[in-house]
């Protein structure tokens, strides 16, 4: 029996959001603690903060398009975490609320209540906000002298991405 093509769809939509979060914390994962306060230039956040912006940033997008799924805020948005393993259990945590709302409110036909014409939008938009901030990771490192090479993210970022049965569901 054939699968229902939009069960289908979505299933590869969530998984692709389930790949997005691995790849973030496998940068995460990557980066030696002592540079977590690493800045591409003065002013700008560091590395831990911007980590901490998208946990940030996950949650407010809930709280504002799927009020009932939402949960507290953390007091600050570019919050100094410095503990790496505290980061990615915020990170997982709120990637799997993210996953919880965009699932939920595809298969019960619901509209996100503020920002989203389509609750695939918002997933959509959490995955391109993400990749940006990654980049801005990597550039930080690298304009700080501690590039991550291809050899050495590769396998835990692009490969995610580009392998075919690797599910992570």
Partial sequence: MQENPSVE???S???SWDRNNRILVN???AIPPDHLQTRAVF??????????HIHFVRLVFVQEDAPAFAQDLPAEEWLLELDPA???????ES?????KVAEHTVREGEEMQRHYDHPLLFLQHMIWHEGYHHGQIKLALKLAGFPLSDEQIGPGTWSLWMKKSRRLT
């Fill in 27 to 29: 940068l995460l994962r």
């Fill in 86 to 92: 505290r980061i990615e259990r915020l990170l997982n």
């Fill in 95 to 99: 990637a799997a609320l993210v996953r």
């Fill in 13 to 15: 939509l969530l998984d």
């Fill in 9 to 11: 769809l979505l299933d």
């Fill in 43 to 52: 002013g700008s956040p560091c590395i831990a903060q911007l980590f901490t």
